[in-house]
């Protein structure tokens, strides 16, 4: 789902500055669905690499969110 994939990672890249804990958490969740498709069916969806970055960019997110929180 080369469409969930691009939404995580969207909302991986915002949620680095804006609402980190709501938008890493969707970005987590866009991007593993995403890898699920592309890994179940390989010969439709081409290319990962978006997936992966959405998953990486919403932990950031998430464990940055939670890091300033617990500075505050």
Known sequence: MPGLAI??????????FVAGIILGIL???FGAV?????NK???LYK??????VALILGILAVVGALI?????
Do not use: T
């Open 7 to 16: 939404a995580g990672f969207i909302c991986g890249i915002v949620g680095l």
């Open 27 to 29: 970005a987590i969740i």
């Open 34 to 38: 995403a890898l699920g498709k592309i």
């Open 41 to 43: 069916y390989p010969e």
């Open 47 to 52: 290319g990962s690499g978006f997936a992966i």
């Open 68 to 72: 300033v929180l617990s500075a505050a």
